[in-house]
């Protein structure tokens, strides 16, 4: 049985998949399958997948409906680990060797990501945080820093918890499997260095469907405080419930944006967390 399966979702991604194929099987760590699932493309972009003859490539054709082809590659992964890809980008060779390393010695995290770096450029994406989080939760109130193509996570763990993408939050779904993980107790570790190159183009997600990201972003994040004040107890959540409900109150009037109050509510959490560790 494989260590890793790599889940690579394919929709019409054109010259670019056979590139981001190439990036997977040149990996120095092998003991993997490849998990490409063909979400309903017409253009053809599969048809080279012909000419490969490996082993470790396993390919379901299915139709269109992104949510639910991710689902189906959760629920047929094989390995103990799962990694995320994306069909126009490009693993660096040791990425998978790097992160199966991490979560052997540390059984402890549930997923560990990386940096990425922008094809063709120097630019570093989603820098600055790095090691091994206990807590993430709060650090989510600003906003989605796991690059999703970068992620391994555990395998026994989502299924335990009965995780999966949702469809409610399509063009974000990653940042509320990530907010489920956080809110049941799971760990992040972050390598500080880029394990993928990350294509930039006018299609993308977050360009072409921004406002739908914003809204079930926003979402997301007011669901991740909710959790975070219930969690809390005696005085301290009885504060914050009224602190919330002023904070909606200014929001009303115009005097405080939800940036605002989520880095509000970001700063206050982590004085918590801090006093609780020490």
């Known amino acids: 049985m494989p260590t890793v399966s790599v889940l690579l979702p394919v929709y019409n991604a054109g010259r670019y998949l056979q590139e981001s194929v190439e990036s997977i099987l040149c990996q120095t760590y092998t003991s993997y399958e490849l998990l490409i699932l063909d979400d309903g493309s017409t253009d053809g972009c599969t048809d080279f997948l012909t000419g490969i003859s490996d082993e470790r490539i396993r390919f379901v054709k299915r139709k269109h409906n992104y949510i639910k082809t991710l689902n189906y590659g959760l629920s047929i992964a094989r390995g103990k680990y799962i990694a995320r890809m994306d069909a126009d980008d490009k693993m660096f060779p040791t990425r998978l060797a790097e992160q199966v390393k991490i979560l052997d010695e540390n059984p402890e995290i549930t997923i560990c990501c990386s940096y990425m770096q922008q094809m063709g450029g120097s630019d570093i994406y989603n820098s600055g945080i790095q090691g091994t989080l206990n807590h993430f939760a709060h650090l989510l109130l600003l906003g989605n820093f796991i690059s999703h193509p970068t992620v ?73 405080l909710n959790y975070l004040i219930e969690r809390q107890t005696g005085k301290t959540r009885l504060h914050l419930k009224k602190l919330y409900n002023a904070y909606i109150l200014l929001n009303e009037d115009g005097l405080l944006d939800d940036t605002q109050i989520f880095y509000s509510f970001y700063q206050l959490f982590s004085n918590i967390i801090a006093e609780d560790e020490d």
């Open 152 to 224: 391994m996570v555990r395998t026994d763990y989502l299924r335990n918890n009965h995780l999966e993408y949702r469809h409610r939050y399509i063009y974000a779904e990653d940042y509320w499997l990530w907010s489920e993980i956080a809110c049941s107790g799971g760990k992040l570790h972050i390598i500080p260095k880029p394990l993928l190159e990350y294509r930039v183009s006018e299609n993308q997600v977050s360009r072409v469907h921004y406002k739908k990201q914003t809204e079930a972003a926003n979402k997301i994040r007011n669901r991740l």
